[in-house]
């Protein structure tokens, strides 16, 4: 019969060649970084370091290596073909693509099975989230409604859930699960009304030629999906192509991503009782066989029956923001924040237009993000048309309109679309810095002064914690 290699003296899923002492030294040393890295809000600490490190080197004595690092020309050349733009453009239309793929994905599932799939629940952090858009934008035209300023107004309509969710760690247990999920479903509305906006308003004029080559990049991605075909790298290259028919089009290509995100499929094939039986009856049939008449070919038939289950056992939609979402929290959001966040302060000057831009955006999202998620919720509820979660009160919506007014990633994306001149761009970037700094500090402030400490609550003990308290 087949048997294990496996030392039974090592610890539980080691490898053979591992030393256990060293082994256990290793998980517990780790183990708080897989945790920590796990946790949606660890990305904000990222977000944040970014931006002040973007500050300080933009008003340094090297701001010009600043200027000059993200200016810098890449591009191919093939033959008479070339294509050549600088790290800047590349970072915000290519790289944020990846940004926005993962933001489809999760609309997309969050549609089908998330906070967002039954009216009931949707209800609240639909109107929530509208409102949240709506007065902010209003209070941005009321201050910068001028012909040179009013593109600004959709810089302070969206919530950066990183930094937002980082704020709401740190009050640890005042704030209940109840308030998390309603922040995360108003921030996906905020994201997909900011996708909506850049979409309708912040792009130049259509080109028929470009939106064929997009149609038929997407319309290759949807024959594929009808083929069966589920290797993702295959879908490379029709993204791409949507991506260049959109860029082409006149539109912005990062909604090439939103799109394709969209179309990703969010069911499983096998989901978890396939994969269970798949597997199962796979190392039967291993089981069952004598190793010394075991080919390497049957071996490897199971092992890729054994993978394909594996894959299959989650959505291509699960397992791609899975695969990704680390990339783009990590490393793609930090390094934007680093090439958008550097707003020189000792150039600035302030006249009509830059201060009306600067107010605009920063009363936007500090005093027009709480007040619209606030009025359109209490207002919803008192029609009759949205209930509260359990366990979640008036106060709760208070701390939760502050928190929506940390508004970075998208607020900044949309600055550099909505204004050419660098110095209204200059104050839109500030306007947005001040009020996400002024509204997460109001946050904790806030949130001490209004939401008491939850009691705990016993709870079993995980595989984790079991396997920490073994080893202690």
Request: with cysteine.
């Amino acid at each position: 019969m087949w048997t294990s290699q496996t030392d039974p003296n090592s610890p539980s899923g080691a490898p053979p060649e591992a030393w256990a002492p060293l082994l256990r030294l290793a998980r517990r040393t780790t183990r708080p970084l897989e945790r920590f890295l796990h946790i949606e809000a660890a990305s904000g600490i990222l977000l944040l370091l970014a931006a002040v490190l973007a500050l300080i080197w933009a008003n340094s004595p090297w701001s010009s290596l600043y200027t000059a690092l993200w200016q810098t020309p890449l591009g191919i050349r093939i033959g008479p073909f070339h294509f050549e733009r600088s790290l800047e453009w590349f970072i915000n239309d290519a790289l944020m693509v990846l940004f926005f793929f993962v933001v489809g994905m999760e609309i997309r599932r969050e549609l089908h099975d998330g906070e967002l799939s039954e009216w009931r629940r949707a209800a609240l952090p639909l109107v929530a989230a509208c409102g949240g858009m709506v007065v902010p934008a209003l209070l941005y035209l009321s201050l910068a409604g001028s012909p040179a300023t009013r593109s600004g107004w959709g810089v302070p309509m969206a919530t950066d859930i990183a930094f937002a969710l980082g704020v709401l760690t740190l009050l640890g247990k005042r704030v209940p699960a109840a308030l998390r999920v309603l922040l995360l479903a108003i921030a996906v509305i905020d994201d997909l009304g900011a996708i909506l906006v850049i979409a309708a308003f912040y792009s130049t004029g259509l080109a028929f030629k470009g939106l064929l080559l997009a149609c038929a990049g997407i319309a290759v991605i949807m024959v594929m999906q009808r083929m069966g075909i589920r290797t993702k790298l295959l879908y490379v290259l029709p993204g791409v192509l949507a991506w260049a028919g959109i860029y082409g089009a006149g539109v912005h290509p990062t909604i090439a991503g939103v799109i394709v995100g969209l179309l990703t499929p969010v069911r499983a094939w096998l989901g978890p009782s396939g994969f269970v039986h798949d597997v199962q009856s796979n190392l039967q049939q291993l089981l069952a066989q004598p190793t010394q008449t075991l080919s390497t070919q049957q071996l490897s038939s199971r092992l890729r029956a054994i993978n394909r289950a594996r894959r299959e056992a989650q959505s291509p939609a699960e397992a791609l923001i899975e695969a990704l979402h680390p990339w783009v929290a990590y490393a793609i959001m930090p390094l934007f924040a680093l090439a958008n966040a550097g707003v020189r302060l000792n150039g600035m000057t302030f006249g009509a237009s830059t201060l009306d831009v600067l107010l605009g955006c920063s009363i936007g999202l500090l005093f027009g993000k709480p007040l619209g998620i606030f009025a359109a919720s209490l207002l919803s509820i008192k029609l009759g048309l949205a209930s509260l979660p359990r366990g979640l009160g008036l106060r709760h919506l208070v701390v939760l309109g502050v928190v929506a007014g940390i508004g970075f990633t998208m607020s900044l994306f949309i600055a550099q679309l909505a204004f050419t001149d660098a110095g209204l761009l200059g104050s839109a970037k500030l306007g947005v810095l001040a009020a996400s700094v002024t509204a997460g500090t109001l946050s904790v402030l806030i949130g001490h002064a209004l939401l008491p400490p939850q009691l705990s609550v016993p709870h079993a003990q995980t595989a984790d914690e079991a396997e920490t308290s073994t080893e202690l």
